[in-house]
């Protein structure tokens, strides 16, 4: 989606300069034909499915009983934002991407510190870093699943405090943490690759130049290096944000969503997939959408920074 | 989905690409075996696999040929896998094994061909029992063959039952769960039920409410605005049992998770044993693990009554054969649905894996009568001839799923509250205004 998104903005942006010379107009105009066939490929398999998930949210249609498809307007969005499900639901995903988020944050920035600094063994440890991120995610959710078993696993033997039998599964809140571990340890390595990124930009001389004028480390970090580093922590956040909050697969091996540990993308799930419920489960993805939206603005703003800039057009 | 990592177009093209030439070979596949004989797949549910697969070749015909494919061992994985297929107008589902319950959502779906004629009337002659001759009919067609049934009895020690003093009540089939709670609370014995919340807890709820001769929908060909019945006697008498055996020392500590499988174990461990209703594998699953003087002492009996004097309804499972609406041979696919459930079909899945037969006639076969207890193949043939189907609806899913939410835990029933708060939230769901 992002590649899309891009390439038109970045054409159509510069029309507008106006001495624009015959030249440039002309490049303009073929990069136009050049993008428009993606364009229309796009139109085809993004848009049209989600206009016709804004269509189906506005019936109550079930697979088993085509023939008593209604049109029911707002009534799906009424049903799901006034049941506590729903609310129930949305409050686990919240929970879930806020707390993965931070500590891949956290976790995934002294990665890419590690990354950026280490002088010897440089592949090695990179390449080790990542592996997580190359395992899918339905197998490390089996694994860690494995791992946090009562019956089989190796979590409760060498965790102290936690008796041997202790079901992970059986209520919300360990579940739930069993989940955030596995999502964690999955995908802390794209955090730290972002984060080192954006840490490769940080200019050496202006790191010198606070050393210079006796700038502790943790000085420099606080004041040179992160504040620097702001497009790219904000881009890190925005992904992972994005893609917790819609979080899965996790969830759908570990626990089957039961003991309320079911993510809005669960719930979706379990409307279309599992009851035939298109409509409902259309108004549920359109919801999901809109959270997503919200999210995506929310951090933009919060973190003040110019979208082009972070994509290093400015 | 989103693309973080930013994986390129030119990936994207090839996977594509790859997806289709992938799609493309499992097309020719399955549309034609080497000699350029047509074959029909049959998806399968895991049970009784190989005399499954034998039937799918003494059933191929010069005609065509029957390939097994097999469906996930779940019944909601097996009905996601079939719906995804159908809803896609998959021209390559022929023939397909349906749990009873998955036929009205499939048949009011438009994805399965109807029996017409002959095939009808062959298929659900007067050999068939009622039960599952009941489970293969929506909408007064029929839209699948039954082939096997599966029904549960009431397995108990016959030393337990003489201690407790109702070994002749359950022999007539006249003992109460009322009455085999308490039996079980004064000897220190258990009873084991399934109620983790899931379809066999649905199961139970069902054939309780039907004991005490009520229902929990009616009129369910009006799809949403089928009647909802479980606010009524026979919902407070199904919900006073649940409630009795949640509050009795009867009751297994795992009672709110416990299904099939788990309340195996308490008939022969420490202690008196137990009385469990149970599907008809119980006796294979205990024959030749137990030893022979604690398998002499396994006893069985008719589904406890709900209610005194209302004749018990004990549940009906099995599996019925449905052909693919879309399919592009139906008449072999139909003419291949009767073979594989044909008596001789019907007896090798009873003889070979315990599935227990929907006709009547089968029962008689003297190689049946030689691998079960003769009293025991009776008591299977009359359970599953008065058996109560769980509700035919194309909103079967959320009735269920409905019910399930409202009665789990086991220990949160109330005869009072439950079967009303149940009643008003299947209501709310089916009219799409609450979520499930």
Redesign the interface.
């Known amino acids: 989606m992002s590649a899309t998104t891009t390439a038109p903005a970045g054409v159509a942006k510069t029309p507008k300069s106006k001495n624009a010379s015959d030249r440039s107009v002309a490049e303009n105009r073929l990069g136009m034909k050049l993008v428009a066939p993606a364009l229309v490929v796009m139109l085809f398999v993004t848009a049209f499915p989600m206009l016709q998930a804004l269509w189906l949210s506005l019936s109550n249609y079930a697979l088993t009983a085509p023939d008593d498809r209604s049109f029911v307007g707002a009534q799906n969005y009424v049903t799901a934002l006034s049941d506590p499900l729903f609310w129930r639901t949305m409050l686990v995903t919240v929970g879930i991407m806020v707390v993965t988020v931070f500590f891949e944050l956290v976790i995934g920035f002294v990665f890419a510190l590690v990354m950026h600094r280490v002088i010897f063994a440089r592949g090695i440890i990179r390449t080790s870093i990542l592996i997580p991120y190359g395992v899918i995610t339905v197998v490390s959710g089996f694994a860690w699943q494995f791992a946090f078993s009562s019956t089989n696993g190796f979590v409760n033997a060498w965790v102290p405090f936690i008796e041997d039998n202790f079901n992970w599964f059986g209520e919300q809140f360990p579940a739930l943490f069993a989940i955030c571990v596995s999502e964690i340890w999955k995908t802390t390595p794209f955090m730290s690759l972002l984060l080192l990124a954006g840490l490769a930009q940080v200019s050496e001389d202006m790191i010198e130049a606070a050393k210079v004028d006796g700038a502790t480390w943790w000085q420099r970090m606080w004041k040179v290096i992160l504040p620097n580093m702001r497009a790219a922590i904000m881009v890190a956040i925005l992904f992972r944000a994005l893609d917790a909050f819609r979080i899965f697969d996790n969830i759908f091996v570990m626990t089957g969503g039961a003991v309320n540990t079911e993510s809005v993308s669960f719930l979706t799930y379990r409307q279309v997939i599992e009851q035939f419920q298109i409509g409902m489960g259309s108004a549920l993805s359109v919801l999901l959408f809109l959270s997503v939206l919200v999210i995506a603005f929310g951090i933009v703003k919060l973190f003040r920074v110019d979208l082009a800039a972070a994509r290093q057009e400015g | 989905?989103?693309?973080?990592?930013?994986r390129?177009?030119g990936s994207a093209v090839r996977r594509v690409g790859i997806g289709a030439a992938l799609v493309l070979a499992a097309g020719t596949l399955s549309a034609c075996s080497s000699d350029g004989k047509p074959t029909l797949n049959w998806y399968i549910n895991p049970d009784g696999q190989a005399t499954l697969t034998s039937l799918a070749e003494r059933c191929s015909t010069d005609d065509y040929d029957i390939a097994i494919q097999l469906l996930p061992t779940g019944a909601?994985d097996q009905r996601?896998q079939l719906?995804?297929r159908l809803?896609a107008n998959d021209s390559s589902t022929d023939l397909m094994s349906l749990d009873p319950v998955f036929v009205a959502?499939?048949a009011?779906?438009?994805w399965l061909a109807e029996f017409e004629g002959d095939a009808a009337d062959a298929v659900v002659d007067d050999d068939v029992l009622s039960g599952p001759a009941d489970t293969v009919q929506w909408d007064d067609k029929v839209y699948a063959a039954p082939q096997w049934a599966n029904t549960q009895v009431l397995w108990y020690r016959q030393s337990l039952a003489e201690q407790a003093g109702i070994a002749d009540a359950l022999q007539d089939g006249t003992a109460t769960w009322s009455q085999v709670i308490d039996a079980a609370s004064e000897n220190g014995a258990t009873v084991g039920v399934q109620a983790d919340r899931y379809e066999a807890y649905m199961v139970w709820i069902n054939s309780l409410v039907q004991g005490a001769g009520g229902d929990i929908v009616s009129d369910t060909e009006a799809?949403?605005d089928a009647q909802v019945d479980i606010d009524s006697d026979a919902g407070r008498a199904a919900a006073a049992v649940v409630q009795q055996l949640a509050d009795s020392p009867a009751a297994q500590s795992d009672l709110s998770v416990s299904r099939e499988g788990t309340s195996l174990g308490a008939m022969y461990g420490d202690g008196p044993g137990e009385f469990m209703t149970n599907w008809t594998f119980v006796y294979k699953n205990y024959e030749g693990t137990v030893s022979d003087e604690e398998f002499a002492d396994l006893a069985w009996a008719r589904y406890p009554r709900t209610v005194e004097g209302e004749e018990s309804a004990p549940p009906v499972g099995g599996i019925d054969i449905g052909v693919g609406a879309f399919s592009e041979h139906p008449d072999w696919a139909i003419e291949a649905a009767q073979c594989v459930t044909d008596p001789e079909a019907q007896l090798q899945l009873a003889v070979n894996d315990g599935l227990m037969p929907a006709r009547a006639s089968v029962y008689e076969e003297q190689e049946l009568v030689d691998a079960y207890d003769a009293g025991l193949l009776d008591l299977y043939r009359e359970s599953i001839e008065a058996g109560g189907t769980r509700p035919k609806s194309?909103?079967y899913?959320?009735i269920s799923?409905a019910v399930q939410s409202t009665w789990h835990p086991p220990a949160s029933v109330d005869p009072e509250k439950t079967p009303r708060e149940s009643a008003d939230f299947i209501r709310d769901v089916l009219q799409?205004?609450?979520?499930?």
Not at chain 2, 432 to 436: D, P, V
Request: aromatic content about 6%; proline content about 3%.
């Open positions: 989905m989103g693309d973080p990592q930013g390129g177009a909601t996601t719906a995804r809803a959502e499939f009011n779906a438009g799809g949403v194309a909103f899913n959320q799923g799409g205004k609450a979520l499930l």
